[in-house]
């Protein structure tokens, strides 16, 4: 029987102002993995199937051919023809044999080895970061230390300069936002506008002078003689900047306040830095999850869990619900930076969109961590924290803190 969802509204952002709604997560798995999610009529759609089950989205994730990125794109909210054709041009709405090709030219730039390469920039950049306010004693987390990152690496990234960097975020928060009146459509696509032609210079630029920064190999890498395309290059710029943006803020902001929350497990990572961020990093990512869901759409007649999808039908696979699958994870509510094994699902669920830029957020989170807990040993909380309320982003939008300034030492 199927098990409709009328005790809450996953497509509320009012549902995630206080984060992931964990109770309900728990309640589906216990209940009804697979269960259906009516949508109000304006919204063009009569609702999905919410997948809360780690196995599940491992198996929907990994086959392409039935469970498709390309058809409907992989946002919650529907799209209209013009707006999907748009988004097709990025990798993470394509589909086989399309998105293989597409990633064969890109990988180039995203191997372990490659990213290996960013970091002793990164590192560079964090002490950067954290020297602009360690005599200030206090800041705004957000704002200051975790939301100056992702900037910095694009830039580092792409070998441009990092005001340009910090622009290009700004556009990007102009794309996300989901408030009228601060960013009305015609200010969205002047955005995106922005940001296309700046990465339709940054190419010119690669391909006439190029140097040792990923943006070069990008605009070089060949696979059977072809390189991307100028569209191909400019929407990839724009997806990188979008998908490694928000999502790396969010884990340092949400990581720390996780620390804060949980002195007993700060003061074993802080005493063991070398022995447990690794540990503690793959932690922060299951049990913040900053990306919360990514939709398919079914291609073909099929059955999850003996629940009957129609080819068309809507799937929305909650990552966070999976990451505290007690199936998977022991005490899974319970936040251990030494856990291991976790096999958890912040960058998705396996399978061919698996997030490529991993390792490089691996780095950042890790050159930002180390700085603070090493140079702010008693940073603490000094206000109140505001989490962001977002559907699709899971996050702290303002958290005050202090610490004891150098000049003070
Ligand atoms: C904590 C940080 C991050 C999180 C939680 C995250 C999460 C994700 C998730 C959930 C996906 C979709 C996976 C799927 O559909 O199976 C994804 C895809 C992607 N991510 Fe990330 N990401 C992060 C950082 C980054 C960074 C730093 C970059 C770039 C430098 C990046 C670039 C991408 C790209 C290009 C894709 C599309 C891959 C494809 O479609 O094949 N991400 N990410």
């Not at 990923?214 to 390189?227: M, N, R, T």
């Not at 299951?286 to 129609?310: A, L």
């Amino acid at each position: 029987m199927t098990h409709t969802i009328d005790w809450i509204d996953l497509t509320a952002a009012s549902t995630f102002a206080q984060g992931h709604p964990w109770d309900a997560y728990a309640r589906l798995r216990r209940e009804a993995p697979i269960a259906w999610h009516p949508e109000a009529a304006e919204s063009g759609s009569p609702g999905f199937w919410a997948v809360t089950k780690w196995a599940d989205i491992r198996a929907i994730s990994r086959q392409p051919q039935r469970f498709s990125s390309a058809a409907r794109g992989v946002m919650m909210e529907e799209s209209d023809e013009a707006s999907l054709a748009a988004q097709r041009l990025m990798m993470l709405n394509m589909d086989p044999p399309q998105h293989d090709r597409f990633k064969l030219i890109v990988s180039r730039g995203f191997t372990p080895r490659a990213a290996a390469g960013l970091t002793e920039r990164i590192h560079r950049l964090a002490a950067e970061i954290v020297d602009d306010v360690i005599d200030r004693g206090e800041c705004d987390f957000v704002q200051d230390l975790a939301g100056r990152l992702p900037s910095g690496l694009i830039a580092e990234f792409m070998g441009i300069p990092r005001s340009d960097g910090e622009r290009l975020y700004e556009l990007t928060e102009i794309m996300h936002t989901t408030d009228l009146a601060v960013a009305p459509p015609e200010r969205k696509m002047a955005a995106i506008g922005e940001m296309l032609a700046y990465a339709a210079g940054v190419a010119q630029e690669k391909r006439a002078r190029p140097t040792d920064d990923i943006g070069s190999l990008l605009v070089q890498a060949e696979v059977d003689g072809e390189q991307l395309t100028d569209d191909e290059f400019q929407w990839f710029f724009l997806l990188l900047v979008n998908a490694g943006g928000d999502t790396t803020r969010n884990l340092v902001a949400a990581g720390m306040q996780l620390l804060l929350d949980a002195p007993a497990e700060r003061s074993k990572l802080q005493t063991n830095l070398d022995g447990l961020m690794p540990t503690a990093i793959e932690e922060m990512l299951r049990y913040t999850t900053p990306v919360v869901h990514f939709r398919r759409t079914v291609m073909e007649d099929t059955e999850i869990r003996g629940q009957q999808m129609r080819a068309g039908d809507k799937l929305v696979m909650f990552y966070g619900a999976a990451n505290r699958d007690e199936e998977v994870f022991t005490d899974a509510d319970r936040f251990d930076v030494a856990r291991t094994p976790n096999p958890h699902m912040a960058f998705g669920g396996g399978g061919p969109h698996l997030c490529l830029g991993m390792h490089v957020a691996r780095i950042e989170i890790d050159a930002l961590f180390r700085q603070v807990l090493t140079r702010m040993p008693d940073l603490h909380a000094a206000g109140e924290r505001e989490l962001m309320a977002s559907t699709f982003i899971a996050g702290v939008h303002a958290m005050p803190v202090r610490w004891t300034a150098q000049g003070a030492l």
